[in-house]
């Protein structure tokens, strides 16, 4: 192998004539971009949503809705997945940290229990806040849930 010799591989390479190097190569004085206006001049970009000047979209539509700055974000948990927990890892007693060491809440989420599902052990319950059926049905299976 020789330096002469070395080619790129297929497919790397998809245009074989380099723009602006003269008027011999076919791709020289203006190179392809046309005469004057903004396209040509170099380090043109256009901005995302740029319409020529005329007002974009995004600013033709009326802005809507409200978002509630005191707004809180719970993280449902079922009575479903303690159960499995329960079941899984035998415990009498679940609590934040038990979540946040089983991958199922964040250290910084608010945890709220929901009632889809049954729970069939006992289990001491601990979070931030329960829906109406499932601090039920955790009392109906004889364990205490404990409002944070």
């Known amino acids: 192998m020789n330096l002469n010799s070395i080619r790129p591989a297929s497919g790397a390479t998809h245009n074989s004539k ?21 396209k040509s001049r170099s380090g043109y970009s256009q901005k995302i949503g740029f319409e020529g000047g005329q007002m974009p979209l995004q600013r033709r539509l009326p802005k809507f809705g409200f978002t509630n700055i005191n707004r809180k974000e719970y993280r449902g948990i079922n009575l479903d997945t303690l159960q499995l927990l329960a079941d899984a890892q035998n415990l009498t007693e679940i609590n934040i940290d038990t979540l946040v060491q089983n991958g199922l809440a964040k250290k910084s989420e608010i945890v709220k229990i929901m009632g889809r599902g049954e729970l069939n052990s006992g289990v001491t319950v601990s979070a931030h806040k329960f829906t109406k059926s499932a601090e039920e049905a955790i009392a109906k299976a004889g364990g205490k849930a404990i409002t944070l």
């Open 18 to 38: 380099r723009l602006g190097r003269g008027q011999g190569s076919g791709k020289g004085g203006t190179s392809t971009k046309g005469h004057k206006g903004q």
